[in-house]
Nanobody, 123 residues
Framework: QVQLVESGGGLVQAGGSLDLSCAAS????????WAWYRQAPGQQRERELV?????????TYQDSVKGRFTISRDNVLNIVYLRMNSLKPEDTAVYYC???????????????WGQGTQVTVFS
């Protein structure tokens, strides 16, 4: 069984930085694409894609975080990172990691989600 465990959220003043990480564990043959999503407070808010990175380390970002956030990955340890600089109050959200994982007993990929970690930016 595959699990994703996130860490690194917290409370930070605007302009500050935070590092998030997400580790995949279980019977994993390969992780393809990693991604970070976030869901801002409010019942009507949907989860939005923040950044994603392919196995070949090609990264793409939501326009609002370009130049401030950096996604990276470790293919040996099966970990993804999100470095967040110059944080703004509007970055406040629960951040979720996802991974497209090929379990060791199958040829297909499944998408797994982490439990979410809270990031709160105050001004």
């Amino acid at each position: 069984q595959v699990q994703l465990v996130e860490s690194g959220g917290g409370l930070v003043q605007a302009g500050g930085s935070l590092d998030l990480s997400c580790a995949a564990s279980g019977s994993i043959l390969r992780v393809n694409t990693w991604a970070w999503y976030r869901q801002a407070p409010g019942q009507q808010r949907e989860r939005e894609l923040v950044a994603q990175i392919t196995r070949g380390a090609v990264a793409t970002y939501q326009d609002s975080v370009k130049g401030r956030f950096t996604i990276s990955r470790d293919n040996v340890l099966n970990i993804v990172y999100l470095r967040m600089n110059s944080l703004k109050p509007e970055d406040t959200a629960v951040y979720y990691c996802t991974a497209d994982v090929q379990p060791s007993d199958r040829e297909t990929y499944d998408t797994y989600w982490g439990q979410g970690t809270q990031v709160t930016v105050f001004s």
